[in-house]
């Protein structure tokens, strides 16, 4: 698995950075493979964010999670892993990661990631 996928993505300057706003971003076509079966494994990804000085550019984060189609990785270890990319380039005061998953076996998943991290 490739450590440069945060490398894609890109910001543009927060045109209200004096103001706490929430940015919320669907991305209903989200895939990836599942590293025991190699079957595909889909997705919806919702990020909640506040931008500080930058946002997010959307089709650079369309094309990064494009690169994530043929990883072979855990659900758990995808929405984090993702998570981590997008704070270190968009760098948001706060930020929420939700991944669901569609049912496999009858068996459906929810992962949140939060940043700055919360104690549960």
């Known amino acids: 698995m490739s450590d440069d996928f ?7 300057d927060n ?9 919320e971003i669907h991305c209903p076509e989200f895939t990836s ?3 025991k079966t190699g079957q595909p494994d889909f997705g919806t990804l919702i990020f909640r964010y506040v931008a500080d000085l930058q946002c997010v550019e959307l089709k650079s984060l ?5 690169r994530y189609r043929n990883e072979g990785i855990f659900y758990e270890r ?6 981590d990319d997008f704070v270190a380039v968009v760098r948001p005061r706060q930020c929420t990661l939700e991944s669901r ?3 496999r076996g ?7 990631v939060r940043y700055p991290d919360e104690p549960a």
Request: proline fraction near 10%.
């Open 6 to 12: 945060h490398k894609t993505l890109e910001t543009f």
């Open 15 to 23: 045109p209200r950075p004096e103001r706490d706003y929430w940015i």
């Open 33 to 35: 493979v599942c590293p």
């Open 62 to 66: 369309k094309m990064y999670l494009q």
């Open 78 to 83: 995808v929405t984090n892993r993702i998570m």
């Open 101 to 103: 998953w569609t049912p």
């Open 106 to 112: 009858g068996i459906s998943s929810v992962i949140t």
